[in-house]
């Protein structure tokens, strides 16, 4: 089991920024791909962006192209997501998760944190 934490959820202006933070132990982020995705009520969870330890091959949703970046801190085994320009239908709960590669599709990754909510206010 791999513990997954994430911090950094909250409340954000459409068009303002807010980076979401993720700590997993060291031999978990080195040893696997690590994702974002987020969820509302009543919809399926969806990628938003995910990163290989292994050949530094990041996917990202075509959404959030351009505006959303993942990024690694190893020393601190912690994944970013920076969120530029978020948009109100943005809104989630976001979680970040381990697994076995990218892309940045929930069936690829095994092991979830309990998620940060997110809301853009518009």
């Known amino acids: 089991q791999v513990q997954v934490v994430e911090s950094g959820g909250g409340l954000v202006q459409a068009g303002g920024s807010l980076r979401l933070s993720c700590t997993v132990p060291?031999?978990?982020?080195?040893?696997?791909?690590m994702g974002w995705f987020r969820q509302t009520p009543g919809k399926e969870r969806e990628g938003v962006a995910a990163?290989?330890?292994?050949?530094?091959?990041?996917d990202y949703a075509d959404s959030v192209k351009g505006r959303f970046t993942i990024s690694r801190d190893n020393p601190k085994t912690t994944l970013y997501l920076q969120m530029n320009s978020p948009k109100a239908e943005e809104s989630a709960m976001y979680y970040c998760?381990?697994?076995?590669?990218?892309?940045?599709?929930?069936?690829?990754?095994?092991?979830w944190g309990q998620g940060t909510q997110v809301t853009v206010s518009s």
């Open positions: 998760a381990a697994g076995n590669r990218v892309p940045c599709l929930p069936a690829n990754f095994e092991y």
């Open positions: 060291a031999s978990a982020f080195v040893g696997y791909a």
């Open positions: 990163s290989s330890t292994f050949n530094g091959r990041k």
